[in-house]
């Protein structure tokens, strides 16, 4: 197989064990990979196959590239056939219709002999869906609704996939790097969804300053990354990035700077809301004159608003009424990494090599979180492996720096306990609570799950919360304002995940949590040692949800981290170097 077919062998095979709902991080893993050779050059990947190279691309662990190197050599992947063949014929197809998971597929296989969405229609038709254990009419309505839907789509152009954080914030780097050479440009910066730091980016928006405008375009426009120049609107072109992202340019001369970046970052929202404020003192958004977006703001009688907080939900309100936090966490503030993994669950790299990344980046303190028992397909560890985690901690602290936590991903199982005894919980530092499991239980009986492991006597971390993975997996149905309630008067805490899959909680519940005085624990999910610069992103989402500097736990200090995590209350912080007692 050639690059761009394994490619899409990779992204069958993420998209099967996804529809499986029992191995999310593998499935990412495909997806990633996929990703990882999309972007890469023809001859750069042939020669990193020829030379066994393929770890060394970021996105591409050990686990993966073995098969990637299978389909380039055989055409086949002894993994995509055995999890083809343990689906139902047709499984990936009939997965794209809304609420059609593995268990139906596999009940119309079984009752029906469907593959395909075609077969699935007719049946509907026919009214022979209806008969099928566990459908019934109302159902059968429903799927026939989300077919002819599908095929509405379908008749119209598919829109580019939308870009996950990572991949837009590479192709905006690499581009503005050519941008800001171009002769005549004095300054180039990503604006849109991108400044703002949204979970995905449908296109990438770029603004250009130059004294001569056609001529800086024009060279823009000649950029070696773009595949298709599109249409030139005047001040606008539209093109297309080699990674398929949708790109627009706009260029401004120097002195309406500021003008033109915050309408070319906006929200729609948010710029609808400064309107008023901009008639009131006979300012012209378009047009103003300056340089520089805070004196901007001043001119409208308003504090610098950051992008992150330009969505049009109620910042130019606070901004007026001055209760708009101006101490915003920032990566700097940030003391420790919190949830990592290590080879002892699913991650790719050891207690030491992970704790010695942390000390390059001059972290104060990292939290070796890895996964429980109930998540068997993550290896999670059983107590006696624990044990031995603990002793392999106590021993790697004596060559590292950063101080080491020994904690867990304790799973919410589906009664709402926590995996693992309390005896155990309460020997550990840090204790993320997270549901990786069941995620389709109706809203009340999640509800109430996630509500019993926040009551939970020990002090922990509410992970992940709402289980979403973006584009690919919707959250949890959950009474969220309910659990928030709840949390606030809990010994518990909300984690803000980093990994850009992820990101969740999302903004809105995020300044939900701040209103009820919850606190937060910005985290990164590393299960790679280049995973831990997933704390950007993971600050990123904590100032769109306006989370000040102080109302994150891990910009405290080690000693103070500690005392305020500890699942048993008002427990000391361990000695360093003391050694584990079993």
Sequence with gaps: MNRPAIARA???????????????????????????????????????????????????????????????????SETLEKVRHALPAGARELGRIPDLGLRKIQALHAALGVETVEALRAA??????????GFGEKTERRILESIRALDAGATEAPAPRPALLPHALDAAERLLAHLRAVPGVTAAEVAGDL??????????????????????????????????????????????????????????????????LLAATGSDAHLRALEPLARARQVDLARAPGQDEAQLYRRLGLPYIPPELREGAGEVDAALAGTLPDDLVALDDVRGLVHCHTVY???????????????ALGMQYLTIT?????????????????????????????????????????DILADGALDYPDATLEQLDVIIASIHARHRMDADRMTERIIRAMRHPCFKIWGHA??????????????????????AESRAAIEINGDPHRLDLEPRWVRAARKRGIRFVVSTDAHATGELGNLRYGVAMARRGWVRRREVLNTLDADAFVRAVAPTSGRRARPRRQPVAR
């Excluded at 992204?11 to 191995?23: H, K, P, V």
């Excluded at 669950?345 to 000390?359: C, I």
């Design 345 to 359: 669950s699913d991650g790719r790299h050891t207690v030491e090599q992970m704790a010695r990344a942390a000390d």
């Design 195 to 260: 400044r703002r730091w949204t979970e995905t980016v449908d296109r990438l928006i770029v603004v250009l300053a130059s004294r001569k405008p056609d001529a800086a375009l024009e060279g823009a426009l000649a950029s070696p990354l773009l595949v298709s120049r599109g249409v030139r609107e005047g001040s606008t072109a539209r093109a297309t990035l080699v990674t398929g992202l949708p790109l627009e340019l706009r260029v401004t001369t120097p002195d309406r700077w500021a003008a033109a």
């Design 124 to 133: 509907c038709e026919a009214g022979r869906v209806r008969a099928v254990k």
């Design 466 to 487: 709402l289980g979403r993975l973006i584009l690919s997996r919707p959250p949890i149905p959950a009474r969220v304002e309910a659990i928030l309630d709840v949390i």
């Design 10 to 76: 990779l992204r069958e095979t993420a998209d099967l064990l996804a529809l499986t709902g029992g191995e999310p991080f593998r499935a990412r893993a495909y997806e990633r990979g996929a990703r990882v050779l999309e972007r890469l050059d023809d001859a750069d990947f042939e020669r990193l196959v020829a030379e066994g190279r393929l770890t060394t691309l970021v996105g591409i662990g050990r686990g993966l590239a073995p098969v990637i190197a299978e389909l380039a050599r055989a055409g086949r």
């Design 370 to 410: 890895d996964h429980s028992p109930a998540a068997f397909y993550a290896n999670g560890l059983h107590v006696e492996r624990l044990h031995a985690q603990w002793d392999e901690i106590a021993r790697v602290q004596e060559r590292v720096a950063v101080r080491l936590l020994r904690g867990t991903e304790s």
